[in-house]
């Protein structure tokens, strides 16, 4: 995959998601969100927000974004939101974007591209407010500064510098598979890999919480990761404090790796870009690619976040005037998913107010 590559689109706003899609019939009664499931997820009276899916709000909603020139209006709405909210904070947007700009990410861009790689429908489409998606340079050069918002607007009433943010939301998402992990006996995490790395931010803070184990960044947009493969160099390929990263230019639904080959699998910020067909195949690869005794964690918006559930108006249409699959990932039941493709203690978490950690694993060979 990943389509994407990031989520910092989709939260900065606080949670930028998008326009109409809706399920196939089948593949809504299969996998739709049931109110009643179970997890350790806080109970909420609503599985989803009004504004996602085939409810009343939404169907306006969409019927607005659907209006050409409203569309453009809010596509370009939703990124100067997001400036604003980077120069408020004091993250050096402009000076991030005119750094990249001059640096050799063009040249690492041919080394890593992989030119038999296909692109599905739904990854070239307007994207994120960039008409051609994750597939350029100007998205590839504000993932950074977006994912620094997207951070600070989980706790936008606390006074976090960026890093103090980025920190807390990386460190929950991991303490949430540490603990699923040692309940559940499972393999210590020597060969890890991050679906939908982006320009690697994730990959970066996985690698730097599992130092000695081999850490993969997987991603469909070759200009995203030619940043990542920039910043690994510029860091030393981690300067011995940990292992270096290896980056991956491949689909998240067929990646072409070997059967059974990673003992942790993450996805952060990822699966709410993707259609509900391109969720069931980046699960039904993350099973093939899974050890016995391995872990799947994918960590997202929370359907059921009151934060999430009680935007203005004004927010969620902005949201989902930048992403074209919220409806389908809002009523995609993830959990059951894990569970039809075999991944086995399947359970939800929440890691802080606006996001969760859907876990699940493969249980340990028989000796």
């Known amino acids: 995959m990943t389509p994407r590559a990031h989520a910092a689109w989709a939260q900065a706003g606080p949670g930028f998601s998008t326009r109409a899609a809706r399920l196939p019939s089948a593949g809504r009664r299969r996998h739709q969100v049931a109110a009643s499931a ?44 997001l400036k604003g909210s980077a120069q408020k904070a004091g993250v050096p947007w402009t000076e991030t974007v005119r750094d990249l700009e001059q640096s050799e990410v063009y040249h690492i861009k041919q080394e890593i591209e992989d030119q038999s790689v296909q692109y599905p429908a739904y990854y070239t489409q307007s994207f994120h407010g960039y008409d051609e998606g994750n597939l350029n340079w100007l998205a590839a050069f504000e993932v950074e500064p977006a994912s620094e918002v997207m951070a600070l607007r989980v706790w936008r009433k606390e006074a976090l510098t960026p890093l103090q943010a980025q920190t807390r939301l990386r460190k929950a998402i991991f303490k949430e598979i540490h603990t699923f992990q040692e309940a559940h006996n499972l393999r210590e995490a ?114 059921r976040s009151k934060v999430i559930q009680s935007l203005p108006p004004v927010l969620f249409t902005l949201m989902k005037s930048t992403e074209p699959h919220s409806d389908e990932y809002y009523q995609f039941d993830i959990e059951g998913c894990m569970r039809d493709n075999g991944l086995q ?5 929440e890691c802080n107010p606006r996001h969760r950690v859907v876990l699940g694993c493969l249980p340990a060979a028989e000796s």
């Open 38 to 81: 179970t997890t350790d997820v806080s109970t909420e009276n609503k599985a989803k927000p009004d504004w996602a899916g085939d409810d009343l709000l939404s169907r306006a909603v969409n019927a607005a974004i659907g209006f050409k020139p409203l569309f453009s209006v809010m596509k370009f709405g939703a990124r100067q939101t």
């Open 190 to 303: 020597h060969d890890i890999i991050d679906i939908g790395c982006s320009v690697g931010v994730s990959t970066r803070w996985l690698a730097a919480e599992w130092p000695t184990a081999q850490v993969t960044g997987l991603d469909l947009s070759p200009h995203f990761l030619a940043v990542a493969e920039l910043r690994e160099r510029q860091l030393g390929g981690g300067a011995g404090q940990r292992q270096r990263i290896h980056y991956l230019h491949a689909n998240m639904e067929s990646s072409g790796l070997p059967d059974a080959s990673f003992d942790l699998i993450a996805a952060q910020y990822v699966v709410h870009e993707c259609p509900a067909h391109a969720i069931e195949g980046l699960v039904r690869e993350c099973r093939r690619l899974l050890r016995p005794g391995g872990t799947l964690a994918l960590c997202d918006l929370n359907p």
């Open 345 to 349: 203690a399947v359970n939800t978490v």
